[in-house]
């Protein structure tokens, strides 16, 4: 596959604030390309793969992260599985979705301007807390039994708006700890670490609820979130440079955003994101009816069911890692989110336990690897004093979560969950089938 990967070049390059290196932008060129540099090939591939780990700022992100995010996919399983047991309705925990992840796609540009405008250490510490706060009382609730279904709304809510800030503020600091020529590398090794925290916390989650009950998993969920801030703390990085010009937070939000529409090719791989969160991602919110009405499996089987796609997201993950000055093509990225809906529409009509966990290995890899891609070519072409912003324009695609969440539920509802799930994959094999012809078009134009 490596005939898939082809070098993407900025001309010039600075130093930024953290002594790595940095690209001159030409922000009109629709020339989706970065000059990396080119490094020697390391004598042992497993170094080569973990080379960001050298940095122990980088280190310590690791190690809070896996801890902090194996909580909060624990704490998923559990609520999945909570709304499951309280309103058996397909159509209500679509809208625990929706509450979760709206504030992504309502507050999301602004929550990039504010990235962009603080410290991020200082700002992660700060939604870490918050979000440890919001989970003690989720486990309160549920351990002394008043929880209610609205009640649940309201936390799914509450850490959607923690997490708007959170996710890009965590993903731009990744810039920082590592060198530019290691930043590849460092943002598919986190995307691995954040995919192992989808294995082990959904497996624990599983084990936990059958042994210890529910409330365990929140309360577990709120000691994970210890583990980041002691990292976040524990890291050395130079003073924070507040002193750039500010233009008041909607210009600074529009000038993120005339930056992104300013690369044609970005753009458009970026709306492909937005179509595959609108109609393909929200499966995820419907295991738990795949796993008791389809599969016929009880808690065990349904934490494997939600660790599978995280198994194939690490592969995913450690694969990019291990390739040398990795910088995706566009028409690689539109064949990963084919090979996304093949893999979805597969899923929808096994049957059987076994087939329906190789298929969601699968499924993982092909999201995994596809928005890495884009997270890294993003990251890596956008100068820092945009990053938060640009980067909060990609992930505003969690934030269609929820109205596809909303969707899927509704039609679940009328057609049944596997019909509707059917019909959500050849929607997204068919956007990048799309995506890949004009791509292909403008290709033998150009030639």
């Keep these: 596959m490596r005939n898939l990967i082809c070098d993407f070049g900025v001309p010039g390059s600075t130093k930024n604030a953290h002594g790595f290196a940095s690209h001159e932008i030409l922000p009109h060129s629709n020339n989706w390309r970065i000059n990396a540099p080119r490094r020697s090939m390391l004598s042992l591939s497993g170094f080569q793969t973990l080379r960001s780990l050298r940095h122990r700022n980088f280190r310590l992100m690791v190690i809070g992260a896996l801890l902090s995010n194996a909580g909060d996919f624990m704490q998923n399983v ?44 200082r700002l992660l510490i700060l939604t870490q807390v918050l979000g440890m706060i919001q989970a003690f009382i989720y486990w309160l609730a549920v351990y002394f039994d008043f929880i209610l279904y609205w009640h649940i709304l309201v936390f799914a809510c509450i850490l959607g708006v923690v997490n708007t800030l959170n996710q890009t503020a965590r993903q731009s600091l990744v810039n920082s700890l590592v060198p530019r020529e290691d930043l590849s590398n460092a943002i598919a090794l986190h995307a691995s670490v954040f995919n192992l925290s989808r294995v082990l916390g959904p497996s624990v989650g599983g084990l936990v609820i059958a042994t210890l009950g529910i409330a365990g998993c929140f309360f577990l969920n709120a000691l994970s979130f210890l583990a980041l801030i002691l990292t976040l703390i524990l890291m050395e990085l130079p003073a924070w440079d507040g002193s750039s010009r500010r233009a008041g937070l909607w210009n600074e939000i529009a000038e993120g955003y005339r930056y992104l529409r300013s690369n044609s090719q970005m753009f458009a791989i970026v709306m492909l994101s937005y179509v595959v969160a609108s109609i393909g991602a929200p499966y995820a919110t419907f295991v738990p009816v795949f796993a008791t009405n389809i599969l016929h499996v009880g808690p065990l089987g349904f934490g494997l069911l939600m660790s599978a796609p995280g198994i194939g997201a690490i592969a995913a993950g450690l694969w990019l890692a291990s390739l040398s000055n990795l910088q995706p093509n566009p028409f690689w990225v539109c064949a990963l989110v084919l090979g996304y809906g093949i893999f979805l529409g597969l899923f929808a009509i096994s049957n059987f336990f076994i087939l329906s966990l190789v298929l969601l290995v699968s499924i993982g890899f092909c999201f995994i690897a596809f928005r890495a891609s884009i997270n890294t070519s993003l990251q890596s072409q956008t100068p820092p004093h945009l990053l938060g912003r640009v980067l909060s324009f990609f992930f505003m695609d969690r934030g269609l979560w929820s109205i596809g969440g909303l969707l899927l539920g509704g039609s679940a509802s009328i057609i049944g969950i596997q019909w509707t799930v059917q019909v959500a994959a050849m929607m997204c094999a068919f956007a990048a089938a799309i995506v890949l012809f004009i791509f292909s078009r403008d290709r033998i134009r150009a030639a």
């Design 78 to 121: 559990a609520q999945s599985w909570l709304v499951w047991h309280l309103t058996r309705s397909a159509f209500l925990l679509g809208v625990v979705g929706f509450f979760d992840s709206i504030p992504r796609l309502l507050l999301g540009a602004l929550g990039g301007a504010i990235t962009d405008r603080f410290d991020r250490r």
